[in-house]
C-alpha cells in the first residue's frame, strides 16, 4: 500500500510541476493546509457555479515543504495565482512577487492580514487562532463568578481565590491549568503568554513594546512587572502536578475533563476537546467554553487573534480573477462553507456563521466587536523562547525567583537574544 501511496504522490508532483494554460478563465489556489481541502474544494465548485470561472485547488500537507514545493513550481513556469505562507519568513522568499491587496473589497471586513515591513498588505486571511485566559462555564457559573467581571489583576485574584476556597464542592482539582516546563511548552510560556506582555490591550497595529524589545531587548518595567504579578498568580494556583513536570496532553486533557476553571491555551484545543479528548469533555458535560483577556492591568479589554498561515497572490498571474474569487470567499456565502464545513474561525466582522468548536463563539464575540490584539512575538527571534526566556518562566514557577527577580532575569537575559 506504501508502494503504490509514494508513486500516486509521486506522479501527482510531476503532474502538477508541469507548466499548464488550463485555467486561462481561472485559477490556481495552493493550499497548505490539508484538512480544509474538500470544504475548499466544495467553495470553489460554488463559485464557479455562480460566476463560471474555475478555481483549482491544489492541497498539500502533513509535512511537505511547501515552500520548497513552490519555488519548483516557479523555476517551472507553473506557479499558482493564490499561494499560500506561514508569515515574514515564507513571504520574504517572494519579495516582489505578491500584490499588494490593501485595497481590495475583503481588506475592509477584517484586520486580521499580513502587512509586509513596507505596509502592504499580502496575506489573505481564512481563519483566525486565538489567545487567551480560556475558561470553564459550567464550574465559573457553579462558583458565582462571572467571567465578563474579570477586568484587571484584583477582579481576576478575587475570582482565583473563590473558586480555590470552593475546590471540593466544585469538584476541581486546581483553579488553573498552567504549565512552565521549559522542555515541553517553552512556546506556551514564551511566545503564546508572553505575547501578552507585548500587545494585551493594544490595537492590532500597535507596536509599541515589541519595537522596545527589538531595541536591545528592552523591557517596560512597569507593565512587565504586572505581567510578572499575574503569572506569579497562575504559578500559585496550578496544579502541583502540572506546573513544571507536566506536559501539554496532561494540561489540554485536565481541562477537558473538567479538572481545571482555566487553561492558559490557545483555541486550538477546542479541536482537542471534540476529538482527541471528547470521552473526557462528554463527561465534564461537553461544558461551553469563552475566553477572559489576560488583563494584568485594569481595562485590557483584548484577546490576541491571528492567522497561522496566510494565502498571497502571485503578481505575474491571473490576479483579476484570484481577486475576484478571495472577494467571494469573505462573504457570507465563502464563509459559511469556510466556517461550518472547514471549522475555521472567521477573521471577517460581518461573517454571522460560527464553526462548531466551543471556544468560536468567543473569537468570533471579539473579533466582532474589534476586541482583538495581534501577534507580534511571531517575530521576535526564533531561539527566544526555547533557549531562554522559557526557563526564565520555569525558574519562576518552581519557586526559584520572585516577582522582582523573574523581572529582572528577563531584563538580563533578553539582550544576550536581540543584539
Not at 80 to 100: A, R
Not at 312 to 324: C, I, R, S
Request: proline residues 3%.
Amino acid at each position: 500500500m506504501k508502494k503504490y501511496l509514494a508513486i500516486f504522490l509521486v506522479l501527482t508532483m510531476f503532474v502538477a510541476l508541469l507548466p499548464t494554460a488550463a485555467f486561462a478563465d481561472g485559477i490556481r489556489l495552493f493550499n497548505g493546509k490539508i484538512e480544509i481541502a474538500e470544504p475548499l474544494e466544495h467553495a470553489a465548485k460554488v463559485y464557479e457555479e455562480a460566476t463560471g470561472k474555475h478555481v483549482e485547488v491544489e492541497s498539500l500537507g502533513g509535512g511537505v515543504d511547501l515552500q520548497a514545493t513552490l519555488k519548483q513550481y516557479y523555476q517551472a513556469g507553473n506557479m499558482p495565482e493564490i499561494f499560500v505562507g506561514e508569515g515574514k519568513t515564507d513571504f520574504d522568499n517572494w519579495t516582489g512577487m505578491m500584490v499588494d491587496m490593501t485595497d481590495w473589497e475583503w481588506a475592509k471586513d477584517t484586520e486580521a492580514g499580513f502587512v509586509d515591513e513596507t505596509g502592504a498588505l499580502i496575506g489573505f486571511p481564512y481563519t483566525t487562532e486565538a489567545i487567551g485566559l480560556a475558561y470553564n462555564k459550567s464550574i465559573l457559573d457553579k462558583a458565582g463568578v462571572d467571567p465578563a467581571s474579570i477586568t484587571g489583576p484584583e477582579s481576576m485574584k478575587a475570582a482565583f481565590e473563590k473558586i480555590d476556597a470552593m475546590k471540593d464542592e466544585l469538584g476541581i482539582t486546581a483553579v488553573i491549568g498552567y504549565c512552565a516546563n521549559a522542555t515541553e511548552l517553552y512556546w506556551s510560556t514564551a511566545q503564546h503568554l508572553f505575547g501578552n506582555y507585548l500587545d494585551a490591550g493594544l490595537d492590532r497595529d500597535d507596536t509599541t513594546y515589541f519595537d522596545l524589545l527589538m531595541d536591545g531587548g528592552k523591557l517596560d518595567t512597569e507593565r512587565f512587572t504586572h505581567f510578572a504579578e499575574m503569572v506569579a498568580l497562575f504559578n500559585q494556583y496550578s496544579d502541583p502536578a502540572l506546573l513544571v513536570s507536566g506536559n501539554y496532553d496532561m494540561q489540554v486533557s485536565g481541562f477537558a475533563a473538567g479538572k481545571y476553571a482555566f487553561v492558559t491555551q490557545g483555541s486550538w484545543i477546542g479541536s482537542s476537546l471534540t476529538n482527541q479528548y471528547k470521552d473526557l469533555y462528554a463527561a465534564a458535560g461537553n461544558f461551553e467554553c469563552g475566553y477572559v483577556p489576560y488583563c494584568f492591568e485594569e481595562g485590557i479589554d483584548t484577546i490576541l487573534t491571528n492567522s497561522p498561515s496566510w494565502w498571497a497572490v502571485y503578481k505575474d498571474g491571473n490576479v483579476e480573477e484570484a481577486e475576484a474569487f478571495l472577494n467571494w470567499l469573505a462573504t457570507n456565502d465563502g464563509q459559511k462553507i469556510m466556517v461550518e464545513e472547514a471549522g475555521c474561525v472567521s477573521p471577517y466582522k460581518s461573517c454571522t456563521a460560527i464553526a462548531n468548536d466551543p471556544f468560536a463563539p468567543a473569537i468570533s464575540a471579539y473579533t466582532a466587536a474589534g476586541k482583538t490584539s495581534a501577534w507580534h512575538w511571531l517575530n521576535q527571534p526564533g531561539n527566544l523562547a526555547q533557549d531562554y526566556t522559557g526557563i526564565i518562566f520555569q525558574d519562576f514557577a518552581m519557586g526559584i525567583l520572585t516577582v522582582d527577580d523573574f523581572v529582572a532575569d528577563m531584563a538580563d537575559t533578553i539582550p544576550q537574544c536581540i543584539k
